[in-house]
């Protein structure tokens, strides 16, 4: 019944974070949450997917009669899931998902090039990859794909974990 010192019993770094989990911990919420799920993610990927609303508060400016979805946006959506919620999954892996409620993820820098217009009504799937990962720090390369498999945009973005105030 009793363990041996040098037995595993498991380690914080066994544990992996749930699609659920890194939804519930990403820190942005409605209205500039552009993630509606996180299909799956382990140490080198993650997945998720949004469907940018008719009623986005900013297709009413952009642009008025023939709204497309403003590359910022798209730029936002690509980076809450290959940034943001890659690096809560990280962070927490290295740490605890507990001390990762206390952290949230700065943007740093991108760069990026936008292929196709996302109208409203839309769906996308993201896909992050890491490029690397130390002292909390995230660097990723992002691809975004339309509903029917088009590529819409990329970018190579980077992001540091901040302890909450």
Partial sequence: ???????AVGSERD???????ILELLP????????????????????????FRRDEPFYQGH?????????VILLESMC???????????????????EAREWTTMFVD?????LKSVLPGESVT?????????RNKLRSRIEMFGADGTLVARTIASG????NA
């Fill in 15 to 21: 544990m992996q974070l749930t699609p659920a989990q």
């Fill in 80 to 98: 809450q899931v290959g940034v943001v919620s890659l690096g809560i999954y990280l962070f927490a892996l290295d740490h605890s998902i507990e």
């Fill in 110 to 114: 991108a760069e990026s090039e936008f």
């Fill in 126 to 134: 993201i896909r992050g990859e890491r490029v690397f990962w130390r």
């Fill in 160 to 163: 540091v974990g901040v302890r």
């Fill in 1 to 7: 019944l009793g363990r041996r010192a040098d037995e």
């Fill in 28 to 51: 942005q919420q409605r209205p500039f949450r552009f993630v509606d799920e996180i299909l799956s993610a382990d140490e080198e990927r993650i997945v998720g997917r949004y469907t």
């Fill in 63 to 71: 642009f008025p009669g023939r709204p497309i979805t403003p590359g």
